[in-house]
C-alpha cells in the first residue's frame, strides 16, 4: 500500500498476466472451442501425426494420379 491507501503491487498468475496483455484473439478462440465441440482437443501427437501422414499420403496418391509422367 502506498501512502494514500492504495495497492502498489498487483498480484496475478502468470496466465492472468499474460491474458491481460496479450488476450486470444477472438478467431482463435473460435477455433478452440470447435475443437473441443469435435473431441479433437484430446488427440494424441501420436494420431495427429497419424492424421498428417494419411493426408499427405492421398495428396501424393492425386498427385500421380493427375501427373502420371513424373
Known amino acids: 500500500m502506498d501512502r494514500r491507501g492504495q495497492p502498489a503491487v498487483i498480484i496475478m498468475s502468470l496466465k492472468d498476466y499474460i491474458d491481460t496483455l496479450a488476450p486470444t484473439p477472438a478467431w482463435l478462440k473460435a477455433i478452440g472451442e470447435e475443437a473441443k465441440r469435435k473431441g479433437v482437443n484430446k488427440l494424441t501427437m501420436r494420431q495427429i501425426d497419424a492424421e498428417i501422414a494419411a493426408?499427405?499420403?492421398?495428396r501424393r496418391q492425386k498427385a500421380a494420379l493427375n501427373n502420371p509422367a513424373r
Open 55 to 58: 493426408t499427405r499420403r492421398k
